[in-house]
């Protein structure tokens, strides 16, 4: 996550362009009266907003401007499909908004990049993986869940960086070795929380996840 102080003020409205868009799209696709009808999906939805919320909240924080935290977002995606997921991303932001925890100026390009780019991979993941039709369902946990997940961290650090780069504002890494770290330090954390998370759900709960045919990998 990243402070309004060290973004630009084009970046800033640039992501406020994009995440707007973004959430009326989410919104446009959401099946709103299935929601509405469905207790069950409704305790989903505010349930994965919570924990995405005290994830979040579970993070580093440095005077530079930019903080690190684990993403949870490839989980979230493949629980309740990608409309519900970039929604629900954005209520987790307006509730560390609302604590003071991230800038009201910076929320849309921070959206893009823990909430848009994450389910983003994870969809384009998901896509692939049920293009391909497997029967055996490792095959969707590993590659919808770890690997979505590492690739996503990796993207989303990527792009992050990439746009302090660019904006100039932030003092940057003198030694590459020091991003290497940070990276090395997200990524195979956040691919076994997601990981683990989807694992947990195919095995008690496969109802609930809405990108897992049950008819096929849970076949006798």
Do not use: K
């Amino acid at each position: 996550m990243i402070s309004a102080q060290v973004l630009s003020t084009t970046s800033l409205t640039l992501g406020w362009l994009a995440y707007v868009p973004l959430l009326l799209w989410a919104a446009s696709r959401t099946r709103w009266i299935e929601l509405f009808s469905d207790l069950r999906r409704q305790h989903l939805l505010f349930g994965t907003v919570l924990g995405l919320f005290a994830l979040w909240l579970v993070r580093r924080d440095f005077d530079s401007g930019v903080s690190f935290h684990f993403l949870g977002m490839t989980a979230v995606t493949l629980l309740l499909d990608w409309p519900l997921a970039v929604l629900g991303g954005c209520l987790a932001q307006l509730g560390l908004l609302a604590l003071g925890r991230q800038d009201l100026a910076a929320l849309g390009i921070n959206g893009l990049l823990i909430v848009g780019l994450p389910v983003l991979v994870t969809e384009t993941c998901a896509n692939l993986v049920e293009r391909a039709q497997p029967r055996n369902l490792f095959v969707y946990i590993f590659c919808s869940g770890f690997f979505a997940a590492a690739l996503a961290t990796v993207l989303c650090l990527l792009a992050a960086m990439t746009l302090l780069w660019w904006d100039g504002l932030f003092a940057m890494p003198e030694w590459l070795g020091d991003f290497v770290g940070y990276l090395w330090l997200m990524l195979f954390p956040e691919a076994f929380i997601n990981g683990t998370v989807i694992s947990a759900l195919v095995v008690f709960c496969p109802e609930w996840l809405e990108t897992f045919d049950r008819t096929r990998y849970l076949q006798e």
